[in-house]
């Protein structure tokens, strides 16, 4: 008996469900809703299937289907999994049911809701497997049109500024991609090609791939987002309705930095290597100015989405430091926001369908009316701001680990971004739990329902286990992230183009302790 | 006995120019839907003269194409022009400019 | 022989743990039987702990040898060339530490049953407890430097949980958030510390790491060093990083005795005398530091400790007096000596804040000295147990604090160290003066209490945990007599053997550490106790304004941090938000919005709507194309 193929039974079961729905009488809610939470738990369950059958010692993809598409082109659907991208199907396979869980309290245009969820899962898990250029290109882009209208139709009052928003700086990042990939087509080795793994032996010259890498950087640039190109966020986290925001915090973001794994760093790793502090410089600043700007927000989901921008930081840092530990960190690190982030969000939605404000001030004395939810809202805090033994230490531990080793003084302003991290959360657990409840309203809530103790389960059960044994998590990422970094530091251009090179080519002196790995 | 190409093609640049001025200068949609058609039928003429002068008929051929296109214009154009003459009584092509931004 | 296989290890971490994963989860269901589930957990571990040393010193290996061991719980992190797993190291050095939290954690939890007995969060209250008693026991047991600091920030947490365990108090909020954010910034440091040491050891267990202390430069060893020191001036109260023990007060009385005097703050002392060889390591400066460090703190905070009235605060500042001693001594070398003062501090300040706690228990919650007297007639066990801590840290001898104490300074001096000699031995009298000064005005004199407040001893689960730690604060000092039981010749295969001055000396310094604390008794009872004490007391103040006005105000530290960093942090923070976000970036944004926009509005003029227009612009277009053509096919 063969075995199923589980990757592309993966990508395309959220839109045979979507398209399941779409013959559900739009007025019978419960059923729509149901049917939307048990086809996610069906997609769930096919991807533990795929999680089952990966293997783990394997560098390379994976599960992988090639089938030619549009050969006159050199366009095909090509898609597999490494340990990278993994990981990040798993999350977007989890999150979608306890997001579509959270969207309870959606009640008006259910139907177009729970559609727009299932396309969203389908185009996310796509981009997260493609392999053909063109093929990620049309996932990449088909997954900003049901997010635009997640914020437009479903979200609070700025939503329409905010999905506008969103929409442009992300589409003005990919066009700038788009015109990079149609430039490698006709620049690949033989035949002109979309596919990954024939365009990654592209021989380029350096200053091509300056431009080129920096077309794909503003793309991931914008996704991730690092500083200055990050006021989309915040606008389009708070603005999104509970589902949207734990979608797009969770998995949106990591496409850039996925992105930046995937597609930037092989691509053009001589570009990649001579920006890599300047980069490294945006990061460091994200961290810092995340977490200030975080610090003195009033509204508590903005002050998760600034957050969010300290935090992916960390993950690009940990990307671009060039040692397996930071990158084994880094991709961990974006399953760890995924989880820790997308939790804030529920409960700062389950906040809002109580309080119907997200206003710190609103709050106070929280821990006493509410105490599971005060208790597991610490929780997730304390996983943000990396306490030990929960999981967004482990990441931000070897991503710093990873740093320290080839940029030793960085490591100081990274590392004190998790000074910041303490103040800006702690702070804000304070106000909003914390003291005596001083309104009516205040202490008259009611404490977590079984549906939402359904959804922050699981999550808290994860970013316990990831803290407390990371191992097999780890270990399906090690083998790729080492084939990432050994070929991010090996020398693709001959010496005559590429005089400028800092380290790895030539000598490679300053290569540190990874050259020498396998 | 044959005629000189160079008259035909006079012939069809003056009507062609004709063509042009009425078009930019007549404001009843049905008169410029005239000019029009002639424009097309200058450019007719040209086909027919070079497809004669080379003796090929390529030409030929391609005035049967823009006759079919003509009759599928005339019948849109004018399906068009008779509808917004019965709803906004007018065929002025200066009243009927409500489609700009 | 056998070798020494401690497989009880692991449970001594666990169990507590699973006690507090049951309380936490289960709550209420389970609080009638709460406290004594918690106690059990803990009670049990320092059985386990007891079985452990006892197979540990069943080990007679030659100079001690021998006498550790690795437990392998499982493989933790592993990524590149790093890996780190959970491993149980059990040492003396260790051992001790379990005995210690155990034993004294056994007893607070006890005491904890009858004076948290109203609360409606009870169950709670022990989860965390225990949550806190399962994490020092990681931090104790860690065989790496990142196992430490897992157990190190999980202390601080508890530690955060249980100060803020009456969070509706905004002081208790406030205090439990600074305590984890000063002691985050200790961890930066220490965290930088852990990646120094890993990248020059390329591994974080404590043998490699001591082991290569000795190939170190002298740079990356101070280096390291001092990073860990700036962990541990965090966890440990030091300066400059002490003001969140004070603050720290808010919390439950028995978490004061248990977390912040016996066991988390000493944990710095335990990691500073575990990573010994790398402060050896840095030649001196290292070392230097830390003694210097400690003996300021001792003697800074002795002076505030000596101005205050509220009496948990004068015993924070004690506790914290009393941990510069330790560093103190780690400072000149004395390790075995700084952990033979952290477990006789742990017996006596537990004791006193226990104290505290029956008094406030009492006086339904009194916490400050002027409000109350004489109260040794109404709570004379309270009272006789109280005393024989305040005896003990007063360092008369023979009670526990008069050895570790005159060890402490007769290393100093033994190192040639008399500065710090003099600092230690001034600080002794402070800390007699002050210490007197609480035990004089609570206890002696006529009964005064608050009005309406009815006085009575405490309940017997509160006193029975009293007793013992009051008979530990008496001969606990018997543990490093020489030549009986001897701590330091336990610890040596650790932290090597403290040098002790020899002949006649010890017996002076001794002599000169006793009279420092007659002195202090003396002089707090001319002041408190004797008739016109009051007189002398207004007296002093007058004469000496300035330092007891700065003294009383805590020498304004907490304004200085407030106005230097907290305020244009803030401010700083407001500028990048509502400035380079707002106005800046989203600025540049909206204006390039702007830009298109009004590019549209502009272009959109050529939209008349008139076909003819469109014609002659078409018309146009194709005269200039075509002419173009035909420029091009001339050219």
């Known amino acids: 008996m063969t075995e199923l193929p589980w990757l592309d039974v993966v990508i395309f079961a959220p839109l045979a469900v979507a398209l399941a729905l779409g013959f559900v009488p739009k007025g019978r809610v419960e059923t729509l809703r149901t049917a939307a939470l048990g086809g996610a738990l069906f997609v769930f369950a096919l991807s533990i299937g795929m999680l089952v059958s990966f293997d783990a010692g394997e560098a390379g993809f994976q599960l992988g289907t090639s089938l030619s598409w549009i050969p006159e082109w050199g366009i095909g659907y090509v898609v597999g999994v490494d340990g990278v991208s993994l990981w990040m199907i798993m999350l977007t396979a989890f999150l979608t049911p306890l997001s579509v869980l959270a969207s309870w309290s959606i009640v008006e245009r259910v139907k177009p809701f729970f559609i727009f969820m299932l396309v969203l899962e389908s185009a996310l898990i796509g981009v997260f497997a493609a392999l053909d250029m063109f093929l990620f290109y049309l996932f990449w882009e088909a997954s900003l049109v049901p997010m635009y209208f997640l914020i437009g139709i479903w979200g609070y009052e700025k939503r329409i500024y905010a999905a506008m928003k969103f929409f442009l700086f992300t589409l003005a990042g990919s066009l700038l991609m788009l015109a990079a990939i149609i430039f490698l087509y006709f620049s690949a080795a033989g035949e002109p090609t979309f596919d990954y793994q024939s365009l990654l032996g592209t021989p380029l010259t350096l200053g091509t791939q300056r431009l080129l890498f920096l077309a794909f950087f503003a793309a991931f640039a914008v996704k991730v987002p690092l500083v200055p190109l990050h006021t989309w966020l915040p606008d389009a986290h708070t603005e999104a309705p509970t589902a949207g925001s734990v979608m797009l915090a969770a998995v949106l973001l990591k496409l850039g930095a996925y992105g930046l794994i995937r597609f930037a760093i092989p691509l053009f790793p001589d570009a990649a290597r001579e920006m890599t502090p300047l980069i490294m410089t945006l990061a460091i600043i994200g961290i810092l100015y995340g977490a200030l700007v975080a610090l003195v927000q009033k509204d508590l989901k903005r002050l998760i989405a600034y957050s969010s921008v300290a935090h992916l930081g960390f993950v690009v840092l940990g990307i671009f430091v060039g040692s397996i530990e930071g990158m084994s960190g880094g991709i961990l690190q974006m399953l760890n926001h995924g989880l820790s982030t997308g939790a804030l969000f529920m409960l700062v939605g389950a906040l809002y369908d109580r309080r119907h404000t997200r206003l710190i001030a609103d709050f106070g004395g929280l821990a006493k009316s509410v105490p599971v939810m005060a208790g597991v809202f610490l929780l997730v805090a304390l996983s943000s701001l990396g306490l030990p033994a929960l999981n967004g230490f482990v990441g931000e531990f070897l991503i710093l680990l990873g740093m320290y080793t080839r940029y030793s003084w960085w490591v100081i302003p990274a590392a004190f971004g998790i000074v910041l991290a303490a103040v800006y959360l702690l702070w804000a657990y304070q106000r909003v739990f914390h003291g005596e409840p001083a309104t009516k309203e205040n202490r008259g809530l009611s404490d977590l329902g079984m549906r939402e103790i359904a959804m922050l389960a699981p999550v808290v059960a994860l970013i316990v286990t990831i803290g407390v044994y990371p191992k097999p998590f780890l270990d399906r990422i090690n083998p790729s992230a080492e084939q990432l970094v050994t070929r991010m530091r090996r020398c693709s251009v001959d010496g005559t183009t590429g005089a400028s090179i800092p380290e790895a080519c030539g000598g490679g002196a300053g290569a540190g302790n990874v050259a020498e790995a396998p | ?101 | 022989m056998k070798a020494f296989d401690p497989v009880l290890a692991p449970y001594i971490v666990a169990l507590p743990l699973i006690g507090a994963l049951g309380l936490l989860l289960l709550g209420r269901r389970l609080r009638a039987v709460a406290g004594l589930v918690a106690s059990a957990t803990v009670g049990v571990g320092f059985v386990l702990g007891v079985i452990v040393l006892v197979q540990m010193l069943g080990v007679t290996e030659k100079g001690g040898h021998g006498r550790e061991a690795v437990v392998r719980v499982w493989e933790w992190i592993s990524a590149g060339s790093f890996s780190v797993n959970v491993d149980l190291l059990v040492d003396p050095l260790s051992m001790v530490m379990v005995l210690v939290v155990t034993g004294v954690g056994t007893l607070i939890h006890v005491y904890s049953i009858g004076y948290m007995h109203d609360d409606p969060r009870y169950s709670r209250f022990f989860g965390y407890m225990n949550l806190f008693v399962a994490s020092m026991l990681l931090l104790v047991l860690a065989d790496n430097l990142l196992l430490l600091y897992v157990g190190w920030e999980g202390v601080g947490l508890c530690s955060y949980l249980l100060i803020g365990f009456w969070f509706e108090r905004r002081a208790a909020a406030g205090a439990a958030k600074k305590a984890f954010i000063v002691n985050r910034v200790g961890d930066f440091s220490f965290l930088i510390g852990i990646f120094v040491l890993s990248v020059t050891v390329s591994s974080l267990t404590v043998s490699s790491i001591n082991e290569a202390a000795g190939g170190m430069t002298a740079g990356i060893a101070t280096t390291a060093a001092l990073l860990l020191f700036g962990g541990a001036t965090g966890k440990s109260a030091q300066i400059p990083l002490y003001v969140w023990l004070p603050d720290a007060m808010e919390g439950p009385t028995p978490v004061s005795a248990l977390i912040h005097a016996a066991t988390m703050v000493t944990a710095g002392v335990y990691m500073v005398a575990r990573f010994s060889p790398v402060f050896e390591a840095s030649g001196g400066l290292a070392l230097g530091v830390v003694a210097w460090i400690g003996a300021l703190t001792a003697l800074w905070a002795a002076l505030m400790a000596a101005a205050e009235y509220d009496i948990k605060r004068v015993l924070a500042y004690s506790t914290i007096s009393q941990l510069g001693y330790m560093f103190l001594a780690l400072g000149v070398r004395a390790y075995s000596i700084a952990i033979f003062h952290l477990v006789t501090h742990a017996f006596f300040k537990a004791l006193m804040f226990l104290g505290a706690g029956s008094i406030m228990h009492s006086l339904d919650g009194e916490v400050d000295m002027r409000n109350m007297s004489g109260l040794r007639k109404v709570m004379p066990i309270t009272a006789f147990t109280f005393m024989t801590g305040w005896l003990a840290i007063s360092g008369i001898i023979p009670f526990s604090g008069f050895f570790s104490k005159d060890a402490i300074l007769a290393s100093a001096w033994h190192q040639g160290r008399y500065a710090l000699w003099a600092i230690g031995a001034g600080t002794a009298l402070l800390t007699a003066f002050y210490m007197s000064r609480l035990y004089f005005r609570i206890f002696e004199g006529d009964l005064k209490v608050p009005e309406g407040v009815h006085v009575h001893e405490s309940p017997p689960s509160m006193v029975g945990a009293l007793i013992p730690l009051g008979v530990l604060s008496v001969v606990g000092g018997v543990i490093n007599l020489p030549g009986l039981l001897t701590l330091d010749h336990f610890l040596e295969p650790v932290v090597g053997e403290s040098e002790v001055p020899s002949g006649f000396t010890p017996w002076i310094l001794g002599a000169i550490a006793l009279l420092a604390g007659i002195a202090g008794i003396a002089f707090a009872r001319t002041l408190y106790l004797l008739p016109g004490g009051a007189t002398r007391r207004a007296a002093l103040c007058e004469r000496f304004k300035t330092p007891v006005d700065a003294a009383r105000n805590k020498f304004w530290v907490d304004e200085i941090y407030g106005r230097g960093i907290v305020l244009p942090g803030k401010a700083f923070a407001s500028f990048c938000a509502n400035v380079i976000d707002a106005r800046l970036v989203d600025g540049a944004v909206n204006g390039g919005g702007r830009v298109v926009a009004g590019a549209g509005w502009l272009f959109r003029r050529a939209q008349s709507g008139y076909v003819r227009s469109y014609a002659l612009t078409f018309l146009f277009g194709v005269v200039v194309i075509f002419s173009l053509l035909v420029f091009r096919v001339a050219l």
Do not use: C, H
Not at chain 2, 12 to 20: E, N, S
Not at chain 2, 29 to 51: D, G, P, R, Y
Not at chain 2, 68 to 78: I, K, N, T, Y
């Open chain 2, 1 to 101: 006995m044959s005629i000189d190409p160079s008259y035909y093609l006079a012939l069809a640049g003056l009507m062609f120019a004709i063509g042009v001025v009425g078009t930019l200068t007549r404001r009843n949609a049905i008169v410029i839907f005239m000019f029009i058609e002639l424009m097309l039928n200058a450019v007719n003429l040209i086909f027919v003269t070079f497809a004669r002068m080379w003796g090929n008929v390529d030409g030929q051929v391609l005035v049967f194409f823009v006759l079919v296109v003509a009759a599928a214009e005339a019948v849109v154009g004018l399906a068009i022009i008779l509808v917004i003459a019965r709803r906004r009584e007018t065929s002025n092509v200066d009243d009927i400019s409500m489609l700009k931004w």
